[in-house]
């Protein structure tokens, strides 16, 4: 079982930055895949970024040279540096954890309770 808590959301201008935080519970962090989705109010969740128990990332393209994710597996913490914001980035950001993981919302078992991102233009 993996619980998890993100942090970091709020309100920013566009062209602004934000770092969102994703803390996990358990001693296994390590193995996990960890993923970032997020939705938008009357929109599906979207893909925005993972990386494998090996470091390997993948982006959606929407957020592509924009966004960097990083885990760091001492402080069982996964990150998602957001530059360039845009008023479309303005969304519920959730993190994702599971042992294989993948690029959609169903190849995760374990999902935190999100944090909002606004941007403003």
């Known amino acids: 079982q993996v619980q998890l808590v993100e942090s970091g959301g709020g309100l920013v201008q566009a062209g602004g930055s934000l770092r969102l935080s994703c803390a996990a519970s358990g001693r296994t962090f390590s193995s996990y895949a960890m993923a970032w989705f997020r939705q938008a109010p009357g929109k599906v969740r979207e893909f925005v970024s993972t990386?494998?128990?090996?470091?390997?990332?993948t982006y959606g393209d929407s957020v592509k040279g924009r966004f960097t994710i990083s885990r760091d597996n001492v402080k069982n913490t996964v990150y998602l540096q957001m530059n360039s914001l845009k008023p479309e980035d303005t969304a519920a950001y959730y993190c994702?954890?599971?042992?294989?993981?993948?690029?959609?919302?169903?190849?995760?078992?374990?999902w935190g309770q999100g944090t909002q991102v606004t941007v403003s233009s």
């Open positions: 990386i494998t128990r090996t470091g390997r990332t």
């Open positions: 994702a954890a599971d042992l294989v993981g993948g690029l959609a919302e169903n190849d995760y078992a374990y």
